[in-house]
């Protein structure tokens, strides 16, 4: 079957813009995660989606940064005011339940210039 | 705060060798530790994970040995393959949900 699908793969943006990411997870899947991966932090966790409801936001590093997921499927990630530390992938994984295997998209590149 | 250390940055193991990732963790409640591998543009892939009720794990030419006490974990690749160059990230979590990653283990397998 389909796996964890996300687009676009690549986006640049100018510093101030906002930007929409999106995550269409494996069907059925009922939680949701986005990452960031960065040069220099590592895979960082933004944000945790059970169903569409958002348990855990403790990983997101600002207000400019917010998140939403609709009808238990798709979500999208937004930043808004796009600055230059902002770049990086942001992978999005999805999970039958919290309980078993993440599975992760390609990501979504993105690089503010 | 550094919650899972990872070494080393970067590995280089002759093909047939055994490529060695150490781990380690500092919150006891973690619960779960997966490893992942993760190719040039492709999001990383679950590759074996275990639970700390057990001290090894082992999935084919994959294996992870568990170190409760220490708070550390390994994964050994054995019979390296040029195929298995990749980077390899140790995770942690508690009950399975949000994973905090080690950062990150390049290698290269040699011919």
């Known amino acids: 079957g389909a796996g964890v699908s996300q687009s676009p793969s690549n986006k640049v943006t100018e510093k101030g813009k906002d930007v929409e990411l999106r995550c269409d997870p494996i069907?059925?899947?009922?939680?949701l995660y986005w990452y960031r991966q960065s040069l220099g932090q590592g895979l960082e966790f933004l944000i945790y989606f059970q169903g569409n409801s958002a348990p855990d936001k403790s990983g997101l590093p600002s207000d400019r940064f917010s998140a939403e997921r609709t009808g238990g499927s798709v979500s999208t990630l937004t930043i808004q005011r796009t600055q230059q530390e902002d770049s990086a992938v942001y992978l999005c994984?999805?999970?039958?339940?919290?309980?078993?295997?993440?599975?992760f998209g390609a990501g979504t590149r993105l690089s503010v210039l | 705060q550094q919650q899972v250390k990872q070494s080393p940055q970067s590995l280089i193991v002759q093909k047939g060798g055994i490529s060695i990732i150490n781990c380690a963790y500092e919150n006891t409640a973690f619960d779960y530790f997966p490893w992942y591998q993760q190719f040039p543009g492709k999001g990383p892939a679950l590759l074996i994970a275990i639970r700390p009720d057990v001290s090894e794990k082992k999935e084919g030419r994959f294996t992870i040995s568990f170190n409760k006490s220490a708070k550390q974990f390994s994964l050994h690749i054995m019979d390296s393959q040029p195929g298995d160059s990749a980077t390899y990230f140790c995770?942690?979590?508690?009950?399975?949900?949000?994973?905090?990653f080690g950062t990150g283990t390049r290698l290269q397998v040699t011919l």
């Open positions: 994984a999805s999970s039958l339940d919290p309980l078993n295997i993440q599975y």
């Open positions: 995770a942690a979590s508690r009950r399975a949900s949000k994973l905090t």
């Open positions: 069907s059925g899947h009922t939680a």
